[in-house]
Structure formats: structure tokens, C-alpha cells
DNA sequence: ATATAATATGAACAAGTATTCATATGTTGA
DNA sequence: TCAACATATGAATACTTGTTCATATTATAT
């Protein structure tokens, strides 16, 4: 199976997935949410990124539905939006590992 | 199984790839090669793009190894280098098709 | 040889994007 | 209420990138 010069719009929409995972900052920021949830600070510690940096990208990576938040008192939490991605970010992993 | 904070250069290389992945124009060349091979210009025929443009993305893709072309006599013919891209985008899809 | 077809290339330009800086908003604890 | 902390936002800037235009290169057929 496969989509010949685009029936519904799906390359259009898959460029738009593919641009946002095309930044290493917003793989990081992935990247360090794959297993848990985290709060800014704690993915900007974990990536040397400012904060600034990292709060627009992750409003990009939001309004991409790829990262869900929740805002718990002080903190926002981030987290992974389904498991999509992760199955994406895998398999290009994994195509990287073997050798590209 | 998972990678924080980038051991070894992997989410750089991946960066690459998606940035290579992130162009309509760029999916739609790879989406017309998805199955055979192709001349350069049954892909403008096929994508409505000028010679030109193909011409400079068609350079692209096979610079990052995700194409592959060969010469034989007055053409040249261009295919996908391996099924690694052939899977990233086909999950891609499958993710979009689920509702992004 | 030459005209024509197929493809590639380089420069230029407009549009898009990541990052930083400064500042704003909202929250907690004293 | 205030100070300190956590996060968001807007503007500015430097950089990247896709496309087009003009032209170059290479191959074929006559």
C-alpha cells in the first residue's frame, strides 16, 4: 500500500510532523519526556537550553499535539501526547544506528 | 529502551533526517518513488514542480543517502536507497491518518 | 556537427525559524 | 502584602531554506 501524490492531504500533514521533530532542541526536550512527565525547569536543566528557548518550543510541540501539560500548583508538567511519536522517534533511531 | 540526553550524537542525525523529511515538495518526490524508479522528469510530470526545484531537492535526498540515482543513457533514474525511510513514513502516515 | 532533449548548477530573493533579551503573568510561602 | 520562584510572551535579530531564473552540461538523433 501506498498514497500516490497525496489523495487527502497526509504528506502535507506528515511535513508539518516531520518539521517539528527536524530541531535537536525540541528532540531533547522529547527525548527527556519519553519515559516521565517533567516540569520547564527541570527540562531545562536537563537540555542547557534557556528557558526562554525552551518554553517557545515547547508551545510549538503543544500546539503540534505532540506534548500534552498540566499545571499543578507551581509547576507545569509536560509530558508526551500519545505514543506515536515514540514509535517514529524510534524507528529513525534505530535507522540512524544502522548506519546513516 | 530509550536515549536521554543524546549519547551519542543519534537525535543530531535524526535531526537531519526529519529536516529531510519535513518539505512537501521533498515528501512528494519520495512518496512518487515510493515504489519504482523514476526519471527526473516524470517526477516534475508527477509533482507539478519545476524542473528546477526537483532538480535541487533530488540533490538533496540523495546527499543524505535517503535517494539513490544511476545514469543510463539520456536519463537518470532515481529510487529510494533502502526501506528505512520507506517505515518512518508509513508510521508517520499511519499517525496522521489517526488524527493529527 | 548540430539541434534538441534531459538534467544540474549557481546566484538571488523572499519567507520562515531559532534564539536571546526584556518583561509579564501567575503562584507560593513568609 | 511582598519577595522569590516558575513559566510564558513579544519583539528583535541572525540564520536557514525553498523557489525561481538564467545558464551550463551531457547525451541522442539526424
Excluded: P, W
Excluded at 504528506?11 to 528532540?27: G, H, N, P, Q
Excluded at 542547557?48 to 518550543?57: A, D, L, R
Amino acid at each position: 500500500m501506498h498514497y500516490n501524490i497525496d489523495n487527502s492531504n497526509h504528506l502535507k500533514k506528515s511535513a508539518i510532523i516531520f518539521k517539528a521533530l527536524s530541531d535537536e532542541t525540541r528532540l531533547k526536550i522529547i527525548d527527556c519526556l519519553f519515559d516521565d512527565e517533567k516540569t520547564v525547569n527541570s527540562i531545562v536543566e536537563a537540555t542547557e537550553i534557556s528557558q526562554s528557548g525552551i518554553s517557545h518550543q515547547l508551545k510549538l510541540l503543544k500546539d503540534l499535539n505532540i506534548l500534552k501539560n498540566e499545571k499543578r500548583g507551581k509547576f507545569v508538567y509536560y509530558s508526551l501526547a500519545d505514543d506515536h511519536v515514540k514509535t517514529i522517534i524510534e524507528q529513525t533511531i534505530l535507522h540512524v544506528k544502522e548506519g546513516y
